[in-house]
């Protein structure tokens, strides 16, 4: 199978704590994202990091990449309620001459008040 | 923002019923649009992409007959189950992309929840 594997699986921290979650792939890739899916919705995306970046800020997230371990992190900062959710890493990989994504296994992020 | 809906949001139908799922494109055109199926607490499996007026190209393993994908216009596709069985119940989700570029930004509708009794 060419998904990736996130590691954790699941996660459970207080708020205000930071959270990481790892993606592991497998192929060379164009770029990679970040989306989120609350329990029994659709995914919102998060953000992308294309192949030639290293880290990329938006708010409160920091995605790193590196690419030589084919891996990437999401780091979320200052933690709230309203951050539980599963994240999913996606990739883009290449040679392939489409645009479909290939998600990773994802983590379950458990933020208690 | 790019908004993608999905309609129904449920269903639940009889052993042998088809049931057709529609994903549309709200406020873009969607070149592309992708059908996922997820099972509860695991992640998305792609079991197709649609390009509008073309065949879909469905993932290995994934039936054709069984799931008819059509998209017939740049804002919607639709996914038929086709004489549904229980063991088709799943949440069935769909995307769109309009950028053109290769593993760009997709854009998810909410989900269908398909239970097949």
């Known amino acids: 199978s060419q998904q990736g594997e996130e590691d954790p699986q699941a996660l459970s921290i207080q708020e205000g704590e930071n959270a990481t979650m790892n993606c592991s792939y497998k192929t060379s890739i164009n770029n990679l994202q970040w989306y989120r899916q609350n329990s029994g919705r659709g995914l919102v995306h998060l953000i992308l990091i294309r192949s030639n970046e290293r880290e990329k800020h938006s708010g409160r997230l920091r995605v790193t990449l590196d690419t030589s371990k084919k891996s990437s992190s999401l780091l979320i900062t200052a933690s709230r309620a309203a951050d539980t959710a599963s994240y999913f890493c996606a990739t883009a990989p290449v040679p392939h001459n489409t645009d479909k994504l290939i998600f990773g296994t994802g983590t379950r992020l458990q933020v208690f008040p | 923002g790019a908004v993608v809906s999905q309609h129904p949001s449920w269903v639940i139908c009889k052993s042998g019923t088809s049931v057709k799922i529609e994903c549309r494109s709200l406020?873009?055109?969607?070149?592309?649009m992708f059908w996922y199926r997820q099972f509860p607490k695991q992640s998305l499996m792609l079991m197709a992409t649609?390009?509008?007026?073309?065949?879909?190209?469905?993932e290995q393993g994934v039936e054709k007959d069984k799931f008819l994908i059509n998209h017939a216009s740049l804002t919607l596709s639709t996914l038929t189950v086709t004489s549904a069985h229980p063991e088709d119940s799943s949440f069935y989700i769909c995307s769109a992309s309009g950028a053109g570029g290769w593993g760009e930004t997709q854009y998810f509708g909410p989900g269908t929840r398909l239970l097949v009794l």
């Open positions: 406020d873009f055109q969607a070149t592309t």
């Open positions: 649609s390009n509008e007026g073309s065949k879909a190209t469905y």
